[in-house]
Nanobody, 119 residues
Framework: QVQLVESGGGLVQAGGSLRLSCAAS????????MGWFRQAPGEERDLVAT????????DYADSVKGRFTISRDNAETMVYLQMNALKPDDTAVYYC????????????WGQGTQVTVSS
């Protein structure tokens, strides 16, 4: 089991910045990758950014490239999402996830944190 706790969401004006944090605990030694998905009302949950634990390979959704930065702190088993130049289209609930080695998809999810960007 892996437990994920997110923090850092909120309300911000367009062009502003927010930083999301995700703290992992439990079987963290089995983590293959972590990252963030988001889900807007009436929409599917979409991948935003992901980082592999070995090698630090990073991927972003095209819609956030150049604006969002994912990073990690292995010692604290934390993952961060720095979001700059926010747009109203970024408004969504953001979910941290963890994928374990041997798994083909995310297995564990945080509770979600609301990000609202006003125009």
């Amino acid at each position: 089991q892996v437990q994920l706790v997110e923090s850092g969401g909120g309300l911000v004006q367009a062009g502003g910045s927010l930083r999301l944090s995700c703290a992992a605990s439990g079987r963290t030694f089995s983590i293959y990758s972590m990252g963030w998905f988001r889900q807007a009302p009436g929409e599917e949950r979409d991948l935003v950014a992901t980082i592999k634990w070995a090698g630090s390979t990073i991927d972003y959704a095209d819609s956030v490239k150049g604006r969002f930065t994912i990073s990690r702190d292995n010692a604290e088993t934390m993952v961060y999402l720095q979001m700059n130049a926010l747009k109203p289209d970024d408004t969504a609930v953001y979910y941290c996830y963890a994928r374990l080695r041997g798994s083909s998809e995310p297995e564990y999810w945080g509770q979600g944190t609301q990000v609202t960007v006003s125009s």
